[in-house]
């Protein structure tokens, strides 16, 4: 077959991975393409160091490139293609926002709902696609029937607004809310489950868990859990900001009832999508938090009455996840650990230097803390970017302080260089 053909023939291909009408760069594609063919077959591990392949997907995003973005834990930008149909679908619906809206863009919700179950590993009818974890998760926790004297066991490491959420209903119904505390990093699943378990009285409806703790990046040992969970007919409710798209695990899987997500964090989704999964049987009893005609109903929708928001935003999560699809998700998560442990290798000896992650990989991926003795988070993370222009986030928060320090996909093996530099200099090991 003549060469150009054959390129064109390749390209078709590739362009199927992604949706017919994107204006993916086409010289992008097809250097995707040949990278994508040169790693067929290796080790997701073996992938993790193969900075030729890399770094074509880094090209794939419009990142900033004179500063060093650090802090995807907080929110993950969107590859080009994902910002080109957010910008498609928002130029569309100001041609006519009632008609594209809720004639046209609206027929795509179905198809994405599909889609995003395909990478979750469930039933289509088990997803409601809205705008973040705090909006899928607050749906659960006041959707569930608790009535005063009901006990919920989370942990003071948990995120904010869910903690907030449970104190809100024990101060206004009387539920009973316990937070357990942990020192992370913990390495052991046993301690974890056991400190759950230990907790559990005869009032206990739910346990919350974070699946990956956000100021540190423990991962926690949420199949476990719920199995204890399990045996005493107790629910789960998980908490995946940063484990979906990140780790390669199917939802289900997992054993818990309820999981939520934010699509804009590790996917790499338009910013301000999210996800919650409910077990299908589980539905039914949940009432929505924005009201529906059939609160009672066993149908997912329910959930989806949010009123008037950005369909282009909505929408445009399927490009991510055709992006996602066509990185794979274990070569991802293998990629992002080796970032992690790339930097924090090269940093965890240096005198005055505390990294607060655990470097096993059950218990670690993207996130990694780091402090530097005598100094605040705060003053850490200032001298971070005003010298260095590295974006990272200072975190204090009941029992820990660090800096953290999230990589992406297109983070730079040379910018987690100049972090290890900083890192140094400000230690007092080099001179600056
Ligand atoms: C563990 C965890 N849960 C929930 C959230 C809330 O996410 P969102 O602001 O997208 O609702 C975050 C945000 O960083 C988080 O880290």
């Not at 005869?202 to 100021?215: A, E, Q, S």
Request: proline content about 4%; aromatic content about 8%.
């Amino acid at each position: 077959m003549e060469p150009r053909r054959k390129f064109i023939q390749k390209m078709g291909l590739l362009a199927g991975a992604f949706s017919a009408n994107n204006i993916f760069n086409e010289l992008h594609a097809a250097s995707w393409d040949a990278a994508g063919q040169k790693i067929d077959g290796l080790a997701p591990e073996t992938v993790a160091a193969d900075e030729d392949y890399w770094s074509v997907i880094q090209q794939g995003y419009s990142v900033d490139s004179n500063l060093i973005i650090l802090n995807n834990g907080g929110v993950s930008p969107s590859p080009r293609v994902v910002q080109d149909a957010v910008e498609r679908y928002n130029k569309l619906s100001n041609q006519g926002p009632s008609y594209y809206m809720w004639r046209i863009l609206d027929q795509g919700r179905e198809p994405l709902r599909q889609k995003l179950a395909v990478l979750a590993g469930c039933s289509a009818e088990e997803i409601a696609i809205n705008r973040n974890t705090t909006e899928a998760l607050n749906t659960v926790i006041y959707g569930l029937d608790l009535r005063a004297g009901d006990e919920v066991i989370g942990t003071k490491q948990d995120y904010p607004n869910m903690i907030q959420a449970y104190k809100q209903r024990a101060l206004r119904e009387g539920i009973v809310y316990t937070q357990l505390s942990f020192n992370f990093p913990v390495e052991s699943d046993a301690e974890i489950v056991e400190a759950f378990e230990k907790a559990i009285t005869p009032k206990t409806k739910l346990i919350h868990v974070t699946h990956i703790i956000n100021w540190v990046g423990q991962i926690m040992p949420v199949k476990k859990i719920c199995a204890m969970a399990r045996k005493h007919n107790i629910e789960v409710i998980v908490d995946g900001a940063h484990s979906f798209g990140l780790l390669d695990f199917k939802i289900p899987e997992l054993g818990c009832d309820y999981f939520g997500t934010s699509l804009h964090k590790f996917l790499s989704a338009p910013i301000g999508s999210g996800m919650l999964w409910i077990k299908k049987e589980k539905i039914e009893k949940i009432w929505p938090l924005l009201c529906n005609s059939e609160p009672r109903s066993a149908d997912i929708r329910k959930f989806e009455t949010l009123g008037t928001r950005s369909f282009p935003i909505e929408q445009g999560i399927g490009e991510a996840v055709n992006f996602q699809n066509a990185i794979g998700s274990k070569r991802k998560e293998e990629r992002i650990r080796y970032l992690k442990n790339y930097w924090a290798n090269k940093v965890k000896d240096i005198p005055k230097v505390k990294i607060h992650t655990s470097f096993k990989p059950e218990y670690s991926c993207a996130i990694c803390g780091v402090s530097v003795d005598g100094m605040t988070p705060g003053e850490l993370d200032s001298a971070l970017f005003s010298t260095y222009k590295i974006h990272t986030v200072g975190i204090v928060w009941e029992n820990i302080s660090c800096v953290r320090v999230t990589p992406h996909v297109y983070t730079k093996l040379q910018d987690l260089d100049k972090l290890v530099l900083a890192i140094e200099e400000i230690a007092g090991r080099k001179k600056q």
